[in-house]
């Protein structure tokens, strides 16, 4: 990764450009940093998990204007068509008009991550991939809403469905997997067991309302043993966090149904 000086272009029909106030670092970034195999999108600007304010708006866009607080989302929805308006239709599904051009560096066409690329001071994006939010929305913080919480959360309320009284495993502890256990939480799970390989993370995890935490580390068996035997027979509900395949194969298999949330980067 290089800092450099860009040129963003104005924005065109339908577009509009962001300044970006905040973004955050999701482990996707450094997945298509360190292994891009397959994918041959260099140079480009990374990021996809920011806030910012509109800057400028290009012709016929009707639902933003100069000074709104927006969050570019990296799964565009125009919220017209028969994907969008479909409940049942997960982030797999839809992918509706609009990725946007990328910028410029050194006479080189950067490409636009995600669609959207935070990873820069402005950015210009498709009107359907903009999100506008409240403004007293601090933007040091609600950037993360643009992937990592509705990931984890979305994770356990929308697709695993968690039910009032269950019991849930759920695997890391990043933005994501936080986000999974205050989902966990906010279904009713009364148990919610959090796995992760770096017990600093226990802590804040134990805000966000689990109830047990284990450390693979600590335990000489393999973790799925130990969790079958916590929960006398194995969990309701267990979430991949972790993004490895590893984990999900041998780890969240063993120990319930499983639900991930990796359905577009590792499956
Ligand atoms: N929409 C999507 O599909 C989507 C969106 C966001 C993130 N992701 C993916 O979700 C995963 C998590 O993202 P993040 O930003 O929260 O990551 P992160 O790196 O912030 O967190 C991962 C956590 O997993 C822990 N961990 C690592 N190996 C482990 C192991 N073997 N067992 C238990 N814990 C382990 C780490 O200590 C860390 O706390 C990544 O694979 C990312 O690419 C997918
Ligand atoms: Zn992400
Ligand atoms: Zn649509």
Redesign the pocket.
Known sequence: MVVEEIEVFPPRDHEIRIKVVATGM???DL?FLVDCEGWSGFPAVLGHEGAGIVESVGPHVTKFRPGDKVIPVPITQCGECRFCLNPEKT?KDIFCKGLSRGSWCKGQTLVQFAGISTFSEYTVVSEVALAKINDSAPLETVCLLG??IP?GYGAAINIAKVKPGSTCAV???????LAAVMGCKAAGATRIIV????KD?FEKAKVFGATDFVN?KDHARPIQEVLVEMTNGGVDFSLE????VD?MATRVWKVSPSWS??????N
Do not use: R
């Open positions: 999701c482990h996707s997945y982030q992937c990592g990931t695997f890391g502890l990043g933005a994501v997997g796995i992760d390989t770096n993370k693979p966090c972790v993004g490895n984990v949330m990796n359905i577009w980067l590792k």
